[in-house]
């Protein structure tokens, strides 16, 4: 997934996923495990196909049948409240795998508490397929796959974040949103977010 940005800048426009924002914050992004802001900004925030990718996306991770099956079985599950401070633990428990397997090419700029590998490295892969296990999933209710009601609830988090007057853009598909031209709520991260549990939530009673 997930995001992070200043608290009241102009942005420039971008794409953002919808479960890249499984934490709600703009630096989150860690579905798409690239580390960088820039990178991230420049592959639109979505290097993820797809309205509901897992940080397995981020790690590489893809088997299929009874493996992929087996292996999910093993991965730390995310809430839609997950703070960021555990996803931070939990994805450096991955870089950590991924130092134990060999691999020690990690980027210089800690992101939000996390350490990314390098993706450009080579060797990356193998130390990926040795440490599927440790890739978070992202919450169930931001996979259409496994929440029945997705594609209402999606809208629900549009029209609530364009009633708080976040007036993002949605895409096809419940496939992301674009951020809206001009000066972005000073507490957008805050609107995504409460928005995001009020729509999703679990708590929500569902027809």
């Known amino acids: 997934m997930p995001n992070h940005t200043p608290p009241a800048p102009v942005f420039r426009r971008r794409r953002r996923p919808a479960a890249a924002l499984a934490l709600g914050t ?14 991230a900004e420049e592959a639109g925030v979505a290097s993820i196909s797809g309205p509901a990718p897992t940080a397995a996306a981020a790690a590489g991770a893809g088997t299929s049948g009874t493996s992929a099956a087996a292996s999910d079985s093993q991965r730390p599950q995310l809430r839609l409240d997950t703070s960021k401070e555990e996803w931070a633990r939990l994805m450096n428990a991955w870089s950590a795998c991924l130092e134990q397997n060999g691999f020690h090419n ?44 997705y594609a209402d609830d999606w809208r629900e988090w549009i029209a609530c974040m364009h009633r708080r007057n976040y007036k993002v853009i949605p895409l096809p ?31 929500k009673k569902k027809q």
């Open 26 to 39: 703009a630096t989150f992004l860690l579905l798409t495990a690239c580390g960088g802001e820039d990178k």
């Open 106 to 149: 990690f980027q210089d700029v800690i992101k939000d508490g996390v350490r990314f590998p390098m993706e450009s490295d080579p060797a990356l892969p193998a130390a990926k397929a040795k440490c599927e296990s440790k890739v978070p999933l992202s919450p169930p209710e931001l996979d259409r796959n496994r929440n029945p009601h």
């Open 173 to 203: 598909d419940e496939a992301g949103y674009d951020l809206p031209e001009g000066p972005i709520p000073p507490d957008s991260m805050q609107i995504e977010n409460e928005c995001k549990l009020e729509a999703f939530g679990a708590g």
